[in-house]
């Protein structure tokens, strides 16, 4: 029964005694509103602090492992690795100047044509060198180039490739 009720019938102790029930009431669930709002903001510091953690793990280990990596490689191996990449580089340059060069078996050395030319001075030189050689050269019997192509790279080669000339790109 409500407050109003009881004082209508006259009975003031049970009025009192209503409103001192709904106030012990109102005050228990505001105590119990409160309470629930302290273990909600309770709850997002603990999710705070988990997530502050595993941020702090994840910090932790990254820092590690670029620690390890570090030593792992190290400026000195970096610096060896790059001397025997221009080593090689000068090494295939050579090999490629020593392919270039001429590999004519009938090059006539300087001395012997300037010999031949001091032996022309007193003759005809235009007569002299319009004249056809007195022997004629055989020809060289050469075997015939192949026809097919060279053989794809395999992957491993190609990726080697590739990496080697990004590098010597960046360089």
Avoid at 103 to 127: H, K, P
Avoid at 148 to 170: H, R, V
Wanted: glycine residues 4%; without cysteine; charged residues 35%.
């Amino acid at each position: 029964e409500t407050a109003e009720k009881r004082t209508a019938m006259g009975d003031k102790t049970g009025a009192i005694s209503t409103l001192e029930l709904r106030e012990t009431i109102e005050s228990e669930i505001d105590k119990i509103h409160d309470t629930k709002i302290n273990l909600e903001i309770q709850l997002i510091n603990l999710e705070s602090a988990v997530q502050n953690a595993e941020t702090f793990k994840v910090l932790k280990k990254i820092s590690t492992t670029m620690k390890q990596t570090r030593t792992e490689i190290g400026i000195e191996k970096i610096d060896d690795i790059m001397d025997d990449i221009k080593e090689e580089l000068v090494n295939a340059q050579e090999i490629n100047t020593a392919m270039a060069q001429p590999v004519d078996t009938l090059m006539i050395d300087d001395e012997d044509l300037l010999a031949e030319l001091d032996g022309l001075e007193g003759e005809d030189f235009e007569a002299t060198m319009l004249k056809p050689p007195a022997s004629a050269v055989a020809p060289l019997d050469l075997p015939s180039a192949p026809n097919a192509s060279l053989p794809p790279l395999e992957q491993k080669e190609e990726d080697d490739l590739k990496k080697l000339e990004a590098e010597l790109a960046g360089m």
